[in-house]
């Protein structure tokens, strides 16, 4: 039988805060922060760290952490998809469209990205356009499920 490896810090951190668990996730992606070994890593932990603080309600914070991780790793695409987050609900629509359309180009099967994406759309009153993003982010989200283990 194989074995397994055992979970980093990102995804201790991630199972803490699925559970509400906000301190715990904040030990794990301080840990994951401190032992990143590229900026990649670094930019993913404090996309995390940004998630934490969004948890607490302090949305300066996390929007501080998600520049932080942005200027670390340009293309941290779950970075740029939560700074669009920030935006739709400040109801900076547009902004919020092209931080979506950015993350997509970078990585065009991230469905959380043509989840919300679709999301804005329909805020826009773009109807068509917000249905085919849906459509689209639950296609990914199928072939993601299907392609775990």
Do not use: W
């Amino acid at each position: 039988m194989a074995r397994v490896a055992p979970a980093g810090p990102l995804e201790r951190g991630g199972r803490a805060l699925r559970r509400g668990d906000l301190d715990e996730a904040e030990r794990c992606f301080d840990e994951a922060l401190a032992a990143a070994a590229d900026d990649r890593q670094r930019a993913l932990a404090h996309n995390k760290r940004a998630l934490v603080a969004l948890g607490r309600g302090d949305r300066p914070a996390a929007q501080a952490l998600l520049d932080e991780a942005l200027r670390t790793y340009a293309a941290c695409v779950p970075a740029i998809v939560n700074a669009g987050n920030l935006l739709l609900e400040a109801g900076d629509i547009p902004g919020a469209i092209a931080r979506f359309e950015a993350a997509i180009a970078l990585d065009p099967d991230y469905p959380e990205a043509h989840h919300n994406l679709g999301v804005a759309y329909r805020r826009a009153g773009r109807r068509s356009d917000a249905v085919r993003e849906l459509r689209r982010a639950t296609g990914l989200e199928r072939r993601r499920k299907n392609d775990r283990p």
